[in-house]
């Protein structure tokens, strides 16, 4: 194995540790944006909890408030989810990162064995954040759905009881 060949090749070496910090910012990104969204899903919850209030428990459109709500409830947990395995992308990439500069230093000093322990370890890493990126992507997917879905029925309800939307 060539161990000094990536040692002395400084674009290697830079790729290594520039992909996963690329993809820490992509990371950063997911998080922020759905972060924003959780917020939005708190604020809607208390808007649809204020609707139910001036309503009876029994009447209908209590019911269908009530749905909108269970909704609320879906799509906060999805969300959470989401932060959660963007969150763990962000350490594993920056895990990743880290890693590849210590295989980095290991092959400089031609210490294959740790080397070869580094790029297993960076590899694992990032395949892993990948992973959490992309399901935690397929969740905000589902979350969109929910919430497209959810604002067709509030639309339906708005028309079906002439009732206003509300201002916050």
Known sequence: ???TSIAGNPFGVL???VAPAILTNASSVLALGTSNRLARVVDRTRVVAAE???LEPESLRYK????????????SQLLLKALRLFYAGLGLFAASALVSVGGAIA?????TPLFELGAALAVFTGASAVLGLAWGCVLMIRETQIAVSTLEKEAHLRTQYKTPARSK
Do not use: I, K, P
Not at 64 to 75: G, I, K, N, V, Y
Not at 107 to 111: C, E
């Open 1 to 3: 194995m060539q161990v």
């Open 15 to 17: 790729t290594a540790v």
């Open 52 to 54: 139910m209030s001036a």
């Open 64 to 75: 269908d408030w009530a749905d909108q709500l269970a909704a609320l409830h879906t799509r």
């Open 107 to 111: 092959a400089f000093y031609s210490q």
